[in-house]
């Protein structure tokens, strides 16, 4: 999703303002995993010099639980790479399956020539330890700081930290969805359970 | 899924025979990742002194399209950790959801003191350039080998390429299941197209 392509219809304004009201919750950090684990298309979020861009993302990983690491590429033709390489710091910020749209439209343009904030109307809240602000249209935001950058050279691999966690307790719940390529995504359908540990 | 815990019952042996016959179509790489991005529960298949293992992964990611390049974690907690560190080989194999009781079986017992494939009745075949075994249970088998280690100290993380990619073409549209942790899976629903670039 990071190809030039036709914006798509921001959803309507009146939704967005609701979202400005929206309570988010502190998430213990060693619950983080179950956010990333199961491979949800995630949006990212950056700020150099005052200036916020967001990706989509879909190559992202948990490395460790606790405390709870996040490997993930960003690749150097991204306009979100530079920022994240010199400020090492993102937030995660996890959609639900009715943003989709907008998720692909915010990987269809780049940052470098849009303000993807204002193209789409996104809301959005300060975080509270990096400058990147939380996306309240997506159910989980992940506030995170670049641990190691030993990666980026070979692979453009970032490997992150979270340092703090908010859902959103009334869609906590929500579906999200998973890139198969070529703009085709799988929805979350059931939920099953079954006896097993922990990861 | 990595703690001991009580065995699942395996699909009937009738089940089971029938996969004997099953004819795997090669995929051409650079499809690969179409099969590991969405961040499904895969299995591992190692292989060491000619005594095969599998586990149950779900920290894993796409790093490189072409060549197709995944990176995952596997702990060194994990028998599997050694034979993968060692012989530079593996499998991953993509289960359909119909198979999950049995992955999560697979998940909560170790290679250390159990035949999984004995105690599962899991159907292999050779694979073609690794000495792990495709698993015919799963309807996408990529055969890998380990090109990058110098992060499995630091995380138990592994390089590997993709160097033969199989799907069953009767099962290509399988649902995947997604690991929201504590044995809790969501299963691929609906699929939705939305315009996008490749990734």
């Known amino acids: 999703m990071s190809r030039e392509g036709a914006a798509l219809p921001d959803p309507p304004a009146k939704g967005r303002k609701a ?29 150099q010099r005052g200036i916020p861009n967001v990706m989509a993302m879909s190559w992202h990983m948990m490395v460790e639980f606790t405390p709870p690491q996040i490997a993930c590429i960003v690749s150097n033709r991204n306009h979100s790479f530079a ?8 937030v995660i910020a996890i959609p639900p399956a009715e943003f989709a749209k907008t998720v692909v439209a915010i ?8 303000d993807k904030f ?8 300060a975080a509270r330890h990096v400058a990147p ?7 989980a935001n992940l506030e995170c700081r670049v641990v190691d950058t030993r990666m980026v050279s070979a692979y453009c691999m ?3 930290e979270v340092v ?14 998973h890139h198969q390529g070529w703009g085709r995504f799988a929805v979350d359908g059931q939920h099953i359970r079954l006896r097993s540990g922990k990861a």
Do not use: M
């Not at 990987?107 to 849009?114: K, R, V």
């Open 158 to 160: 970032f490997v992150l």
């Open 133 to 139: 602000p939380l996306l309240l249209d997506c159910f």
């Open 107 to 114: 990987g269809n343009c780049s940052g470098a020539d849009t």
């Open 19 to 47: 979202l400005g009201s929206r309570h988010l919750r502190s998430v213990p950090l060693e619950r983080a995993y179950q956010l990333i684990e199961p491979g949800p298309v995630v949006l990212l979020a950056t700020s």
């Open 164 to 177: 703090h966690a908010w859902i959103d307790p009334q869609r906590r719940d929500a579906r999200t969805i």
């Open 118 to 125: 204002a193209r789409f109307g996104l809301a959005t809240r």
């Open 83 to 90: 920022a994240l390489k010199r400020t090492k710091e993102c």
